[in-house]
């Protein structure tokens, strides 16, 4: 089996990013699990710092 990797990044207004990187190990369906992690990220990130003021 292979591994699935995502590597991404957001950059806010303020020009602050965020790096992060989804691995799943050893998935067939790993693709499909990693773009759902990688959604479920960004969505947090952006959520997060909206409430701190720093909008994307």
């Given at each position: 089996m292979q591994n699935?990797?995502?590597?991404?990044?957001v950059k806010f207004r303020n020009?602050?990013?965020?790096v992060f990187s989804v691995i799943?190990?050893?998935?067939?369906l790993g693709v499909r699990i990693a773009g759902k992690l990688t959604a479920q990220i960004?969505?947090?990130i952006i959520e997060y710092e909206?409430?701190?003021g720093n909008p994307f």
């Open positions: 699935a990797l995502f590597t991404g990044f020009n602050e990013y965020v799943v190990p050893r998935s067939g960004m969505a947090d909206n409430k701190r």
